[in-house]
């Protein structure tokens, strides 16, 4: 790791507040996205040459945002700079720079905000704070809202419920709209409008690599496991993150849901049309994109015929199914809408809609229908790692907080040794693991080795107190950041894993197929 | 003085009144167009209007989130709130018993809330994060707050006002009947400073007071799988 520019955190005895370094991240910014990868989905190319058209679009925008969210109307008027959210912030812990405290970040565009929709910015801008939208203030904003991952942390802390997530959407939003958009998530949208995926992986490359997954297993454990794609009438479709397909530890879950679907005899697909559970769309905060992006799974859904839908490992693809698709696409229940009636009419409203693997799995586990050989895992000893957009904005089963209780209710059925990390650090208070919100990009390193330390600091507890071995996770995000931070902070990166990994290695899968 | 005053507070009320009214219908207008309470979140309305009470009553998230806020924060509110309970005695004639029996704590509330105020001044200067995001106006605020108190409570145990003829020119003020103010320094005082306070109201972070209960990440039940929660503009799209 000596190639880094950066000092990487050290593990403090007590977790005390960092002392503030002004600007120690004004230079952390991602790449910005080529005017053909704007152009591909709908925004503007690049910036205008002239500032002040620039200028008066963003303004505009954030006008037209103001009247479409009440959260970001509220957030923007509510803050009393009480300070309650601001060390709760992974990222402000990690890099000390005061501008990732959540109440600065959400500032930046409040000072805004308040000179151009506020009687007392329009009159006192020095008194209340209120700033012009500058050029430098833009590429500020380009910088730190590129530094949040929208976990939603700093919400739960706050009086008010200020929600930092839907400013950096809004602000994100209104970059996207004049020109100023993020390489990486716009990319994957732009590959996900064409290809269904977040990978660009067309259908025969799919088809491709289900196969030979179906011979790893059967050379593995001599059964004849399937993973069927586009089959049309079967009882369930999964969607899962594309990662699944072909990264390691990812595509370890996905051999585990093959098993379960497998040992409870229950028809499934993939679709190529929607493999991508992921919603890029979440993180550029348009609401349009989101919705295109989740309409995949609504014409794949009809198209197939089948009757539940099951959303694989993937923590933000689990909120924007869980929380928004009924609003977007119609898949869930109540609607009484031509467009929701005609979905909802098809599946199966005994089972949640979507349905996460994870109550998928716990529901047959109750029924009696799978069986385990825990000590298959017992060279582990597991903790669980909450991902935010699980933990803070979803939820599992029929009562509040059983995002929580499920997945390690997974691991105990299917494993002897579990452990869970400092209260503190876990459940809804969960810390993010630094590359969340479409900042896993390799240009934002530093920002994601930064922002895994609260993390690390309490992995490495268990792991010196409990010999933990292997944090599972249910997010395609959480895992790929692990996998490539972990060893700056001296772990081996196979420490995480998914929960349907565990699944996987205990799973009786009896002889009949 | 006293046409003077019952100008400015027939002003404050207006503003008070017509700015919030405006306020609040914005923000009840504005849509939410995508369900986002922060979990873990009731199912039911009525564990909603629990949680908002939990909110409102002892400030449960910021309890969480730091203790020395929240009791600063926690006196200050909890006083100011006793203290505007005792204060009703201005306005009704027959002060009824329970007003009666609350008027000693009303009196004490307001060291409270003085205490609270200056706890909350305190970490503005002590605590460098706190600095960091402080601008004037949060100074003015608290300045005003605890001028409101200090003046309040001075009229209460140092240098007595005419409470009798006080209350004789609010409950004029309400009849349209102006009745003589008492010439006191304090009671001059303490009364710009409300009226400041209620004219600013609207237009400031005070706006918190009925921001919390628009707050769609704590008043939503979580049930989007079970409802669809399509706003009009949204609505819209469908249609293209
Ligand atoms: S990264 Fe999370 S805690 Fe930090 S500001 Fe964004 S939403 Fe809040
Ligand atoms: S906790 Fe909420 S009100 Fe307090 S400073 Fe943070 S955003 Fe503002």
Request: with cysteine.
């Amino acid at each position: 790791m000596a190639d880094l520019e950066f000092q990487i955190p050290k593990y403090r005895e007590y977790p005390e507040v960092p002392v503030l370094q002004p600007g120690a991240m004004a230079h952390s910014h991602p790449h910005v996205a080529s005017e053909k990868i704007q152009e591909a989905i709908g925004f503007q190319g690049k910036l205008d040459d002239d500032w002040q058209i620039t200028h008066d679009k963003a303004i505009a925008k954030f006008g037209e945002l103001l009247g479409k969210y009440r959260s970001l109307k509220v957030f923007m008027d509510a803050c009393v700079h009480c300070g309650s959210c601001t060390d709760k912030c992974h990222y402000f812990i990690g890099t000390s720079d005061p501008k990732n405290m959540p109440v600065a970040r959400q500032e930046l565009m409040r000072s805004v905000y308040r000179r151009y929709f506020t009687f007392a910015g329009k009159l006192f801008p020095g008194l209340v704070g209120a700033k012009d939208l500058t050029r430098e203030l833009l590429d500020e904003w380009y910088s730190y809202f590129w530094q949040c991952s929208e976990c939603r942390r700093c919400s739960v802390f706050c009086p008010y419920g200020i929600d930092t997530a839907e400013v950096t959407m809004a602000a994100r939003h209104i970059l996207d709209t004049v020109g100023y958009g993020q390489k990486y998530s716009n990319e994957i949208i732009g590959k996900v409008y064409k290809i269904g995926n977040n990978l660009g992986l067309p259908g025969p490359a799919l088809e491709d690599t289900l196969q030979g997954l179906e011979e790893d297993v059967k050379e593995d454990t001599g059964v004849d496991v399937k993973y069927p794609l586009d089959v049309q009438g079967a009882e369930v479709l999964l969607v899962t993150p594309s990662a699944d397909f072909f990264a390691e530890p990812h595509i370890e879950s996905l051999i585990g849901y093959g098993k379960v679907f497998h040992a409870a005899g229950i028809s499934w697909t993939l679709s190529s049309h929607a493999s991508e559970a992921g919603n890029f769309g979440l993180f550029n905060g348009s609401y349009e994109t989101m919705r295109k992006v989740a309409m995949r799974i609504r014409e794949a859904a009809l198209e197939l015929g089948v009757k539940r839908i099951v959303v694989g490992e993937c923590g933000h693809a689990w909120r924007v199914a869980y929380a928004f698709w009924n609003t977007l696409n119609g898949v869930g229940a109540g609607g009484n809408d031509p467009f929701s009636i005609e979905l909802q009419k098809q599946l199966d409203p005994r089972y949640p809609q979507p349905s996460h693997i994870c109550e998928f799995t716990w529901d047959l586990i109750q029924q009696g229908r799978l069986k385990f050989d825990k000590e298959a895992n017992d060279h582990r000893v597991i903790t669980f790692h909450d991902s935010c957009n699980v933990a803070r904005a979803s939820r599992m089963g029929g009562y509040p907080g059983g995002q929580f209780e499920i997945p390690r209710n997974i691991i105990k059925a299917v494993a002897n040794k579990f452990v869970d990390m400092a209260p503190e650090t876990i459940r809804e208070v969960t810390y993010c693991c630094g590359g969340g919100g479409g900042i896993l990009t390799d240009e934002l390193i530093e920002a994601r080795i930064k922002g895994a330390f609260p993390r690390m600091e309490a992995l490495q507890q268990v792991v010196e107190r409990h010999g933990v071995n292997f944090m599972a996770t249910i997010c395609a995000i959480c895992k790929a950041q692990f996998t490539k931070v972990l060893p700056y902070y001296g772990f081996n990166m196979r420490l995480v894993g998914g929960v349907h990994q565990l699944v996987s290695t205990a799973i009786r899968l009896g002889n009949e197929h | 003085m006293t046409t003077f005053f019952a100008i400015l507070f027939y002003l404050a009320f207006a503003i008070l009144v017509v700015g919030l009214a405006y306020k609040i219908y914005d923000f009840a207008r504005t849509p939410a167009p995508l369900s986002i309470p922060t979990t873990p979140a009731p199912t039911t309305t009525a564990g909603v209007a629990f949680r908002l009470a939990r909110e409102v009553v002892l400030f449960e998230s910021l309890f969480k989130g730091n203790l020395w806020i929240w009791l600063f924060g926690w006196m200050f509110h909890m006083g100011l709130f006793l203290v505007l309970i005792r204060h009703l005695r201005y306005f009704i004639s027959d002060v009824p018993a329970w007003l009666v029996f609350i008027q000693p704590f009303g009196k004490y509330a307001a060291f409270m809330m003085v205490a609270g105020l200056a706890g909350l001044w305190a970490r503005r200067f002590l605590v460098e994060r706190i600095r960091y995001i402080t601008t004037p106006s949060d100074h003015l605020w608290l300045v005003v707050l605890i001028g409101i108190g200090i003046t309040g409570a001075g009229m209460t145990f140092v240098s007595h006002v005419d409470v009798v003829a006080v209350k004789a020119f609010f409950l004029g003020l309400m009849r349209f009947d102006i009745q003589p103010l008492p010439d006191h320094p304090a009671l001059y005082i303490h009364l710009i400073l409300v009226a400041l306070l209620m004219i600013l109201f609207p237009f400031s972070k005070l706006l918190h007071a009925p921001g919390v209960f628009f707050s769609p990440t704590r008043n939503q039940a979580d049930t989007p799988r079970e409802k669809r929660h399509l706003a009009p503009w949204a609505a819209q799209i469908e249609k293209s």
